[in-house]
């Protein structure tokens, strides 16, 4: 079981904000600033313990990998549309509007690229509505 990701950025005020905005509608914000001023933790609680995520800025050029991706969970497929619209608000580059997936029949995700092309992802695996069963 994972604890948290981390990814490196190159210029931490322009990726705070990014992250600030875009995870938002999914329930986590920046909750503690670190190592001078050149790291920040999201979560959805303060304190460490809350620690999901995190971003620190690196002293060497960042080369994000295109086979790597965070997916951060949404709770429903309208937090997937918000988080989308979030990310392009903030700077960040359309890789993948809201919408289904193939993945399996309730897959609802949008991609985005972070300003240092992270490919981000968030998912809603809820079904529209509930199965019936015969």
Known sequence: MLDHASLGVTDIARSRHFYDVALRPLGLVRIVNFRNGKGADYGDAPGSIGVQFTITEEAEPVVP??????????????????????????????????????????????????????????????????ATES
């Open 65 to 130: 990998s295109r086979g790597t991706h965070l997916c951060f969970r949404a709770p429903d497929r309208a937090a997937v549309a918000a988080f989308h619209a979030a990310a392009i608000s903030a700077g960040g580059r359309d890789d993948g509007k809201p919408g289904p997936r193939s993945y399996h029949s309730a897959y609802y995700a949008a991609f985005v690229l972070d300003p240092d092309g992270h490919r981000i992802e968030a998912v809603c695996h809820a079904p529209e509505a509930p």
